[in-house]
């Protein structure tokens, strides 16, 4: 097994700030994986001196796509092994992961996918990394865990590439993720400076809108700085260690308290939870707040806002931060649900587009057509920035939609697609408002 050479700083400090004797506890792979990452790299960057993924063609990109391809056919099997290794070396850190290790396996190989997608693409790699850097933080990873991770992670491939595993497949591999840890652990560093791993929050209000929607409010233990339309992490006190994204449904309060909306969906552990259990007096857990679905002030153009589901949470946040702002900007809100009923939030939405002559909100229910359609029945919208926020399939949709109506992909922001991959530099890996 090869020794990952890290010279990884912050591993070092670390070990010297005493990390376990061996100094080589184990990073939560999960982690990798984990974070849904946004931003523009322009958004993103600390400005301090990360190292950076070199740009342009890399002979190590192509080598690591290599590797993807061959182990994709096994991807269960290559992730559950790089698992047993880690807790076969490293018992003691099986309790740091959830109960059901089944997310986790398949955020590993996305997280993969994206670091191999992206690596010729220095600023949205290093955004993406830096984010994950920072939401660790919550998770108490150490940067002594990262080349036990990354020892786990080179033996699984060795195992499972066999075919295109080499010695410069390796030393590409070793490459990248010491690079990937390095601007992970300056990242965390960096924001630790700036801000606490995590926040407590407790329950002051649960209104169950539907039988399975809630409507839940929280006072977190100290400010909690974010932007309207961006969304946290949540983790509650049934499901230790299992994390979802959550979109806050209102822009900054003056009394601090943060509102999210709840969908309970089948096999959905925190969303059950928080629907059918969470009470006022409950106190969860939250990461840091990540997203770029944000309001851009510098610019007049209206606003095309398409939330489905318990998608609207999020475009309700946007509506209220343009009414701060006194922007006198056109909001056109397109508020989709599979019927009537399903349009839990509409009386909220009404009262708000009474109270403001700039905004329209329009409900679209799947009996009078899909939410992406019938945004084309209006417009035109090239003085629109859009933003959609919804099921996948709807922000899939909704953005060939849009595009094909002649709306620039830099004037389209979402947060949920599963795949950074497949998006632009604004993608995010892993859905919001999720089970
Ligand atoms: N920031 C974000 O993007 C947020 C995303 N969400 C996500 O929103 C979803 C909400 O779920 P539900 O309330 O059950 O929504 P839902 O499944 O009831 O669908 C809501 C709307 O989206 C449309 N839609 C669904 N699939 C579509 C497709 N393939 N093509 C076109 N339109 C489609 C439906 O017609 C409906 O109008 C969850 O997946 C949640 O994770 C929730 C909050 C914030």
């Known amino acids: 097994m090869p020794r990952i050479p890290l010279s990884v700083r912050g591993a070092e ?72 290794l880690l807790f076969v070396r490293h018992p003691e850190l099986r309790s740091m992961f959830p109960p059901a290790m089944d997310t986790q396996r398949d955020r590993l190989l996305k997280a993969l996918l994206t670091a191999a997608e992206h690596l010729d693409d220095a600023p949205v790699l290093t955004a993406y990394l830096q984010h994950l850097g920072r939401g660790h933080r919550k998770y108490g990873t150490q940067p002594a865990h990262y080349p036990a991770v990354g020892e786990a992670l080179i033996g699984a491939l060795t195992r499972y590439a066999t075919l295109t595993w080499d010695k410069e497949s390796e030393a590409a591999w070793v490459r990248t993720y010491t690079t990937i840890s390095q601007i992970m652990i300056d990242a965390a560093a960096e924001n630790e400076r700036l801000a606490p791993a995590w926040w407590h929050a407790e329950v002051v209000s649960h209104d169950l809108r539907t039988p399975d929607i809630a409507v839940v409010t929280l006072r ?36 601090g308290l943060l509102t999210l909306h709840v969908k309970a969906v089948p096999a959905g552990w925190v969303s059950n939870a928080l629907v059918h259990h969470a009470r006022p007096g409950d106190v969860l857990r939250l990461g840091p707040p990540a997203g770029s679905m944000t309001v851009d002030h510098s610019t007049d153009n209206g606003l095309l806002c398409l939330g489905g589901g318990t998608g609207i949470a999020p475009i309700k946040a946007l509506v209220e931060d343009v009414a701060e702002h006194g922007d006198r900007r056109p909001v056109e809100v397109f508020y989709g649900a599979r019927s009537g009923h399903d349009l839990y939030d509409i009386d909220t939405m009404m009262r708000l587009q009474q109270t403001f002559p700039w905004l329209s909100v329009r409900p679209v229910t799947e009996d009078q057509a899909q939410l992406p359609d019938a945004v084309r029945q209006y417009g035109p919208w090239n003085e629109y920035e859009a933003y959609l926020s919804g099921p996948p399939g709807m922000i899939r949709r909704g953005v060939d939609t849009l595009r094909r109506i002649g709306i620039p992909a830099e004037r389209i922001r979402h947060d949920s697609f599963e795949d950074l991959a497949a998006t632009s530099a604004v993608g995010a890996a892993g859905a919001v408002g999720g089970p």
């Open 220 to 255: 977190p233990d100290q400010p909690y700085p974010f932007l309207a339309g961006q969304y946290t992490t949540l983790e509650t006190p049934w499901w230790p260690r299992v994390w979802r994204h959550y979109s806050f449904a209102s822009a900054p309060r003056p009394d």
């Open 13 to 84: 400090r670390s070990c010297q700030a005493g990390a376990t004797a061996d100094g080589r506890r184990l990073l939560d792979a999960r982690h990798m994986m984990d974070a849904p990452t946004t931003g523009t790299a322009a958004e993103e960057s600390d400005g301090e001196a990360a190292p950076r993924i070199p740009s342009g063609p890399s002979p190590d990109a192509l080598l690591i796509r290599r590797t993807l391809a061959e182990i994709a056919p096994a991807a269960d099997k290559v992730t559950s092994y790089f698992y047993a």
